[in-house]
């Protein structure tokens, strides 16, 4: 997944504002949904950040284009963890170890069976 | 109502970016509804913008404390106009008039008292 | 150009935020310098957002697949105005008139030439 | 440091998006140098973030009023460790642990007397 950085995701600082590269894995999570003609949220449930750990390396400028790249770390029952970097070409920006539990209606449950094979495009690390 | 400019409302440029001005503005038209105890979006209904005109006169920068005010310049029973500024001091450096219709499941209802009298707080351009 | 609706964009009314049609706007007229291989903000000047007026026709929700348009419809020496659409395929969702002024150093100057034959590419409305 | 939740920070899950709270961290770490008459980003110098790590124990929703509270962890010559809760009332809702380095031009520095001084605020956790 590819994103060009625009005004809006830069700061007075004249990088990209911190909280924006989570803006970016969040939109490369939900492509996997779209492009399978799903929504993140269906009536099945859906899936919540519970954890994050995140490494800024380098900062990201007005007009960079960004690549996401996503990996499944961890495939459990009702939750799992993915490794998401932001690179700009070959170099990393940021990474980020992030760990989604599965709700429906508020309260953690086994993922469906068509959500797993979803997320199973992540295996590669796409 | 009073707010102050933080990173994230800033862009490349070193000022506030353009549409967070909006932002502004929306958030001095909800707090009117926080205040009283309600919500902008309730069993009864919501508003939802139609149209707006803005100027842009003066731009805001990392830090300023700016000033929302917000007139009510016409009242109808299915919709209302606003004018909003935002000031810097005496400066002004935004203003905005902003056509708000009243909706109930998506459709223009009536606009019920309870609401006409939230509104009526900015009869003096508070 | 066409933009994607993400979680970012929508609010809890369940639609796009009203300030974020500026955003894919803005996203659209700094693409025609990206795609140049110039920025928005040169060593020449830059442009800024002097007035608008925009009308909300229906909204966007998470997951749509929106184009953005944009027609020039007045070409002064320091300043230009366009039209501005976000369509659902052939379903007009937002419109907008947005003056933008040539500045340096913050004063008002005349387009310079490359410039120009940049933003002429609106003409025809793409 | 006490923030309203307003539709800007909400998604159409419902909710206050994700990458919001890091938002709301942000805000409380910048007020502490306004409310100095400083501004964070000075001629001495300003922190870059460098990791995080957060936990998601519960989401916030339109109109909430939240509590932001920072504590100093490690004070480092070119760096510090915080820890900031997000707080609806008695309750934790996001906590994050933050590590930011001081950097001048680009490269790590000491971080001035001064600077130390305005962070030390944060030592008995406000």
Known sequence: MKIRVYYED???AGIVYY?????????????????AGETPQSASGYFVVKELEAKYLSPASLGDILTIETELLEKR???IVLL???KKEASLLFEMKIK??????GRPVKIPEKIYRLV???ESGE
Chains 1, 2, 3, 4 share one sequence.
């Open 100 to 105: 989604l539990a599965y709700l429906h209606q």
């Open 77 to 79: 029952s009702a939750s």
């Open 19 to 35: 909280a924006n590269y989570l803006k970016y894995c969040e939109r490369a999570r939900s492509e996997v949904f779209f492009e």
């Open 120 to 122: 199973s495009a992540w």
């Open 10 to 12: 830069t700061d007075a």
């Open 84 to 86: 998401q970097r932001v």
